[in-house]
């Protein structure tokens, strides 16, 4: 009776300390997949009066009704010899006059002159140049700057956007589409030419890279809404991925709320989202009590088709192995106890090489990399190159990770190292 209530015991207590909540710090702001690619253009208007049109009718037909925005005071613009102005788009500040859009005045637009551009933005979106502080500077011979702007209803909120030029003689062919396309679709506003506007690029997406005894992962939340804050249900989204790699935006999910509050599978564990920090410094994170997740290959079942290259580019599929079983491992060459990994992948292939096919899936490597490890270390078994698309197929979500598949493609173990392999097959074979 007594070892069942000490068995109990244990039992309760390592649910509770399953279900204890964790908090992750965000220590920094990164980019993900799109904002390296992004192509998003401040366009550059002239200045011609105290009243300018609103952006929000960019590309629509212009109604005689519309409500042009009125300037109340622009900003010392000493130094300036020609002025122009844009639109940030911003929701943190927004109020009855105006929204949706910050408007900014920009001295010495005209980068034929060489003169230090002056960027004055009205943070606080009550159309008043002159309580917004000192304008940021780019000189003729810096390529960006990076704005940082707060939401007027949080303190210590900061949303941060680069400002780019754009290159001088590239993609010409492109800048004659882009002037076009903004010359038509400006209404009344003067559109100063494509070489003297700015690529936009948002860094609001704040993440870090999480990892406890069990378990790693990066965590990231994206600020969808432009607001400066991070945790609004149904709108800002939520990123979990493998450990120090590229946040994929086609990966993010919607953070909820209630009963149907975010969750997301990992290492084939179910955690919950419990809280977010609104200025997106902290995320709160539960392991759940229910083990059932779906996020895995099942035992018995056949394995997903996959076909892949070696680091020569010669290319191999699983089916072409179907005769034999397979030990299949995917890591990388920076992975602590790869050493020891390698020595039971040498022994799994020296010894039962004719009843089972080794393949290193790499992920994360260069080809290049790949064919020095192999000749170097004197490889004689597969090095695939994996990529996200079978990584997904199988879970991958942390490395390394390895199968043991049987004749016919048939699972028979999952998250089965090269030791247990090796172990296994002198058992059995």
Known sequence: MRKLFVAISIFYSSLIWAQKPFRVNLNSKVEDDKLKKTQAIIPVYKYTGMSIEPYSNFGAEISKNTKWIGLKKLPDMFGC????????????????????YLIAIIGNYNRMSRRTVHFFIDKNNNLDFSDDGLPYLIPFEKDSIIVNLQNSKVAGSDYEIKFSRIVFGKNLAYKDLLNEHYQKHSGKKVFTKINNCFREQRYNLCSANYRSLNDSFTVGIKDMNVNSLYNDYGTDMIYIGPYKQSI???????????KNKTSFEWNEKKFYILAIDPLGKWIDIQEAANKKTYKKLKICRKVPKISFVNEMSVKYSLKQFRRKHIYL????????????????????????????????????????????????YKIPWIIGMSNREINKKFYIENLPKGFWIGKHRRLKERNYTPKMMYEKAVIKF
């Open 81 to 100: 010899v020609d002025t122009a102005y844009s639109f940030i788009y911003f929701s943190g500040a927004d109020n009855a006059e105006n929204s949706g």
């Open 248 to 258: 994929i935006s086609e990966d993010l999910i919607e953070y909820k709320k209630g």
């Open 329 to 376: 491992y995917f890591f990388n060459d920076d992975l602590p106890g790869l050493e020891e990994d390698t020595f039971y992948l040498r022994k799994i292939h020296n010894e039962f090489g004719n009843k089972i096919q080794v393949i290193g899936m790499n992920y994360g490597d260069e080809p290049r990399s790949m064919r020095f490890f192999q000749q170097y």
